[in-house]
């Protein structure tokens, strides 16, 4: 006479992306580590600013009118993140890469790297960008 044998395991799924298979894990799920704080508003901007250029680059988005209109904001809230992109590279990087912020407020806003920006030549931008209180230790060399 054969016994039945009983086998008892968790078994978990997951999805790898939106819209793939389901995966067998074996063990407990493992949530993905989130690092703590928030990202910078003034990061997030320039991140944005980025990509609507790229955007307009491609084709897929006429001008800063159509940005606004998909957006839901004005056509001046949409210059004053593309002004961003008038920055030197190196100050664009170094707001790209601000440190995350545990609590509080953010130490950039957007209305004082405006007449950072505004400066044509980068040699003076990143001289007002060393004599920003705000990014004393994010100094450019």
Not at 6 to 16: G, L, N, Q, W, Y
Not at 63 to 85: C, K, P, S, W
Not at 94 to 118: E, M, N, S, V, Y
Request: aromatic share 6%.
């Amino acid at each position: 006479m054969i016994r039945p044998i009983t086998v008892e395991s968790t078994i978990h799924f997951r999805r790898r992306g939106r819209g793939s298979r389901k995966e067998m894990c074996r063990g407990a799920p493992v949530a993905p580590q989130r690092p703590l704080g928030r990202v910078p508003r003034i990061s997030r901007f320039m991140a944005l600013a980025i990509r609507f250029e790229r955007l307009i680059q491609a084709g897929e988005v006429a001008d800063y009118a159509e940005l606004a209109r998909l957006g839901h904001v004005t056509r001046a809230r949409i210059t004053q993140i593309m002004n961003l992109r008038l920055l030197a590279t190196d100050i664009q990087e170094q707001l790209l890469f601000l440190p995350r912020i545990d609590g509080g407020h953010d130490t950039f806003h957007l209305r004082q790297l405006q007449a950072i920006a505004a400066v044509p030549d980068w040699r003076k931008q990143r001289q007002l960008w060393r004599n920003c209180p705000e990014a004393t230790g994010r100094q450019v060399s």
